[in-house]
Every structure is written in C-alpha cells, then in structure tokens.
C-alpha cells in the first residue's frame, strides 16, 4: 500500500518560513507527478503547488513567488518551501501521489501536516 508521510509542521510568525517533507514509499517515485494541497478551517481543500515527473512546476496564485516545490528522486522526497508566511497561509497541508498539472488530484494523500501563521 502506498504511503506518503508528510513531516515540517508548525508554528511560525508572519514572515517566517517552514520546510514540509512528504516521503513516498511503496510506488515508483520517479513516475509520479506529486502536489502539496491545503485545507483550512471551514474551506475546502486547495492546491497549493504540484511538480510533473521532468520538474516542471505550477502554483496556486497565492502562494506565487513565496513557495518552492521541488523532489528528490534519490530520497522519494518531494518539498515545499514556504518563506514570508501569512496568516492566510494557516491551514492542513497535505502530499498528494498523482497530481495533475492542472491541479486534478491523485489517489495517493498523506494524513497532513498543520501549519499555523500566527503572531
């Protein structure tokens, strides 16, 4: 069974950054387009950013020029980094094995990680 457990969470102050780590086990890492998405209290699960399998990426407008996505075949990791957080930034944030380019989601979701912006 496909695992993907996600890891970085926590509490930072507006500005601040966190890295969030999803290591996939139990597919063939390489092959697979992989997304981070968020949901945050009473909304609806969203994308935040998704990387194909050559390394190309694309981006919620929200989260343009702020976050980073990027994977390591090596390690079966993929990474999101978040600098200049914000308090809307505040939500679930969950790995996705799958992803669409378009945003589509694939079978495979981690159980999320919390990320709280807050001063």
């Known amino acids: 069974q496909v695992q993907l457990v996600e890891s970085g969470g926590g509490f930072v102050q507006p500005g601040g950054s966190l890295r969030l780590s999803c290591a996939a086990s139990?597919?063939?890492?390489?092959?697979?387009?992989m997304g981070w998405y968020r949901q945050a209290p009473g909304k609806q699960r969203e994308l935040v950013a998704v990387?194909?399998?050559?390394?190309?990426?694309n981006y919620t407008i929200a989260v343009r020029g702020r976050f980073t996505i990027s994977r390591d075949s090596a390690k079966n990791t993929v990474y999101l980094q978040m600098n200049s957080l914000k308090s809307e930034d505040t939500a679930v944030y969950y790995c996705?094995?799958?992803?669409?380019?378009?945003?589509?989601?694939?079978?495979?979701w981690g159980q999320g990680t919390q990320v709280t912006v807050s001063s």
């Open positions: 990387i194909n399998v050559r390394g190309l990426s």
């Open positions: 996705n094995a799958g992803t669409s380019l378009g945003g589509t989601p694939g079978n495979y």
């Open positions: 139990r597919i063939i890492f390489s092959t697979y387009n």
